[in-house]
C-alpha cells in the first residue's frame, strides 16, 4: 500500500492512517506500507527480508519497534534501504513485534501479492 505522507513514529492510539490502509487489503492477510517507494513496515509488524543468508529491516520504518531495535543492536537484522521493486530479490519476509518473535511467521516473497494500492 503506498502511503507517502503516513507518520507513525510513536505507538499510540490513533491509528486512523494505518487502520485506512489496512481497509484496503482485500483478502490479502496483512499489507506491507511503502512510502515514496519505500518499504516500512506491515499493519501490525515490523519486518526483515532474507536474502544470501542475511536479514535486512527496512531502515526507513514507520515504528522502530523494541524488537526490531533489540535485533538492531544484537546485530541479528541489519538496516538497509528496502525498495517496492526489489521486494522479489529477496528469498523471504519475517513479519514481527515485540509479541510475536522473530522468524516465527516467515513467508515467501513469492506469496506476496504484487497488486499495489495507492
Partial sequence: MHAPSIE???KYNDRKALDALYKKKGNCDD?????NGKITDSY???LAF?????WYTPAHSLLDGTMRTLLLEKKKIKAKQILLEEIS??????????MIPFKEIVISTESVDPIVIK
Fill in 89 to 98: 530479490t529477496y528469498e523471504s519476509i519475517s513479519f514481527f513485534n515485540a
Fill in 44 to 46: 501490525y509488524c515490523n
Fill in 8 to 10: 507513525y513514529q510513536h
Fill in 50 to 54: 532474507l536474502k544470501n543468508g542475511i
Fill in 31 to 35: 499489507i506491507i506500507i511503502v512510502k
